[in-house]
């Protein structure tokens, strides 16, 4: 009885009216957040991973790093660890492309996919309700991350709307790599190789960036590169919303560091763009094509 | 709208394809088949390993565009109104297709949700299936627990969520235990007897031999022979008779007394002697020659075709090893 009048309904309902898709995408990111309580390790990505940076970084290499303008001393540590949770912050947003890839290469060899592609749904449902749930994973990181970045003595001193305004950013950043992510996790066999492929890209570009130092000391082509990076406008921007920098400090002279807020907003619609339409083409040809 | 939109739901036909052919670099998974399926038939696609049975399935479904050829199902065209044939079908894919690492119960009630039911319709619809396949208790408990036969079950239930008026089994029993496939074969049995159209395809003849009407025999892409299983028995797979040696009858006389009838060179096996059979004027000759060499009725038997002799004089090859996963 009960499929008979749904079959009914259905009929009436247009796959692809807005209001459909939207049901659909609710539908997967509960299906997507279910995992969690049944594999609460894969948040460890997103949680245990960028604490580890920081007491790395904030403590272990820290303690050799001074950050341009400062003399070795208590003081220049805390405001090195301060200058730190920018990068990490970001390093953290960035690194969702992997993990969101492995979450789809996961669900490809699943073979539920086939399941979805064979059910009168929209295209892009299944592959919005992946990114909103990998974003909602990688809000809860940014909080873990905030709280440990607030223990450590960091703080966002530029007001209220502009701490509000970095969160945004990470969030927007966070989504751009996550529709990278989906992309590239439907490109490859296995979460091995998205995870190889993952990291050659991203911990070059995260490490040859501001994140964790200043660039003002890397050699020649290093420095060009670290200042063109993506990857350091983002950290730069969020520096300044927060007010993580000390006053004066200088900054490089490369227009995406001279404006951060605008560049990181130019590239997260570029990554989120290329990445989106990539994914859907992808995902619309099929595994086999 | 157009035209056909309409005559989706009125035409006789539930599966119509014209000259299918799909290549995966040199393989040619599928080198043009054709089929054609009445509305409301349970119809057989029998083939080895490799045949293209799951690449057929996938194209019909919507999973797999066809490099070339025309796919029609529910009257509606797989690669131009692909969503048209989504809202009627229900696939049950050779490999599980559910998600592992939610409950049984969980996944019932997210493919309502995509169907567009509201949440406690959805779960109502859930328990019902669950209820119906034996997966109360399991329900309840990640997919990733559960035995080949459950994950089947559950497949199973998932493709019936709303009842689809076209149903694909792509090798429903493939993989499983002897009690995995007898519980499968009887949830397939309450299935078939609904009056849904059904493809069912298979490695196993005897599967075929139970639940199809009509079975389509492919190998190598193609299709090499279709008809009831009776018909394709009495056409290709030869009866045989089978002379049990000794008593008066020597082997010289009995070789001497069939070679002269039969249609092809008589067989030694243990101590028989196995002829193949055409038609019943030969085999009436064939018995009186016997019976002039010396033997006696119960040492004659006619063996008719089994659906291995089938399958075997149709692709060379012997029967798939049991539980041979693809
Ligand atoms: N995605 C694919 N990539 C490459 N080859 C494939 C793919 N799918 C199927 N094939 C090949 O096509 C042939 C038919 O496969 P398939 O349709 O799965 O056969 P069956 O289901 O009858 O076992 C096989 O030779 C198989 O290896
Ligand atoms: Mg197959």
């Known amino acids: ?289 | 709208m157009r035209a056909n939109s309409h005559s989706g739901s009125g035409s006789e036909l539930a599966v119509e394809a014209i000259d299918l052919r799909r290549s995966f670099g040199e393989t040619k998974a599928a080198d043009g088949i054709s089929l054609t399926i009445p509305r409301g038939m349970v119809f057989g696609l029998l083939g080895p390993n490799g045949a293209g049975k799951t690449t057929t399935v996938r194209i019909l479904t919507t999973l797999l565009r066809p490099d070339s050829g025309v796919a029609r199902v529910a009257g509606f065209d797989v690669t131009e109104e692909p969503d048209e044939v989504r809202r009627r079908i229900g696939l049950v894919g050779q490999y599980a297709s559910v998600d592992e690492i939610i409950s049984g119960r969980q996944n019932l009630i997210l493919i309502g949700r995509l169907y567009g039911m509201t949440s406690s319709q959805a779960k109502r619809r859930a328990d019902e299936l669950l209820e119906r396949f034996d997966l109360l208790e399991p329900g309840k408990k990640a997919v990733k627990t559960y035995s080949g036969g459950m994950r089947r079950r559950l497949d199973l239930a998932a493709s019936l969520v709303v009842s689809p008026s076209i149903l694909f089994l792509d090798e429903p029993t493939t993989g499983l235990d002897p009690n995995g496939r007898a519980a499968t074969w009887d949830v397939i049995s309450t299935m078939t007897k609904g009056g849904t159209t059904v493809l069912l395809t298979t490695q196993y003849l005897e599967e075929a031999d139970r639940f199809a009407e009509k079975i389509a025999v492919i190998d190598h892409g193609r299709v090499v022979a279709e008809g009831s299983p009776a018909e394709l028995k009495a056409r290709l797979g030869r009866s045989t008779l089978v002379v049990h040696l000794g008593g008066g009858l020597t082997e010289g006389a009995a070789t001497a007394a069939v070679t002269r009838f039969a249609a092809s060179a008589p067989q030694r096996r243990g101590d028989e002697l196995v002829v193949s059979i055409d038609d019943l004027a030969g085999t009436a000759e064939l018995i009186k020659a016997l019976g002039a060499a010396g033997a006696t009725l119960d040492q004659i038997h006619i063996a008719k075709a089994s659906m291995d002799d089938v399958f075997f004089e149709l692709t060379g090859r012997d029967r798939m090893p049991e539980g041979k996963a693809a």
């Not at chain 1, 969702?96 to 086939?114: L, Q, R, S, W, Y």
């Open chain 1, 1 to 289: 009885m009960t499929s008979v009048a749904v079959a009914d309904s259905l009929s009436t309902r247009r796959t692809g009216s807005l209001a459909k898709t939207m049901d659909e995408v609710r539908a997967l990111v509960w299906r997507n957040l279910s995992h969690i309580p049944r594999m609460p390790e894969r948040l460890a990505d997103v949680t245990v991973m960028p604490v580890m940076f920081v007491i790395l970084f904030g403590y272990v290499f820290g303690s050799a790093i001074v950050i341009p303008g400062m003399e070795m001393s208590p003081e220049s540590s805390a405001a090195y660890r301060e200058f730190l949770i920018g990068g990490i912050f970001v390093q953290s947003v960035v690194f969702m492309c992997i993990t969101t890839a492995v979450g789809v290469v996961n669900d490809m060899k699943e073979g539920v996919i086939d399941r979805f592609r064979s059910l009168p749904i929209s295209r892009v449902s299944v592959l919005l309700g992946r990114a909103i749930a990998s974003l909602v994973e990688g809000s809860l990181g940014i909080f873990v991350m905030a709280i440990c970045g607030l223990i450590v003595g960091w703080g966002a001193h530029n007001g209220f709307g502009n701490a509000v305004a970095a969160f945004a950013l990470l969030a927007g950043i966070a989504f751009a790599m996550i529709c990278i992510g989906i992309f590239v996790g439907q490109l490859v066999k296995n979460p091995m190789s998205a995870q190889a492929i993952g990291f050659t890209l991203i911990f070059p570009l995260t490490f040859a960036s501001n994140a964790f130092v200043p660039t003002d000391n890397m050699p020649g082509p290093l420095k060009v590169f670290s200042e063109w990076n993506p990857v350091s406008a983002m950290v730069q921007a969020v520096r300044e919303l927060f007010g993580n920098l000390p006053p004066g400090t200088p900054v490089p002279d490369a227009w995406p560091l001279q404006n951060p807020v605008l560049a990181t907003v130019i590239w997260i619609v570029v990554f989120a763009v290329i990445g989106m339409t990539l994914a859907v083409r992808k995902y619309a040809r099929g595994r086999d094509q």
